[in-house]
């Protein structure tokens, strides 16, 4: 009963990273509306960096995923 208990919580803290990167992607799509309020131009070029951008933040929603799944499901 105990280690299915600590599974449990490291699951639900390994999960926490989930909302921080949700919080990043806001901060990336933010970002781009700034940016393209200031110059509309370069919207082409500005809206590649904020997929990059977005890329990368959504990798790092994934390792935190796959982290929270391999607790559960791995031990």
Do not use: D
């Not at 208990?5 to 390994?14: C, E, F, I, S």
Request: proline letters at 1%; hydrophobic letters at 65%.
């Amino acid at each position: 009963m105990g280690l299915e208990v600590l599974k449990l919580v490291g699951g639900g803290a390994a999960a926490i990273s989930l909302s921080g990167a949700g919080v990043g992607i806001g901060v990336v799509f933010a970002g781009l509306m700034l940016a393209y309020a200031r110059n509309p131009y370069l919207l082409k070029q500005l809206f590649i960096y904020a997929i990059l951008g977005f890329a990368l933040t959504e990798a790092i929603a994934l390792f935190g995923l796959m982290v929270t799944f391999l607790i559960l499901f791995a031990f």
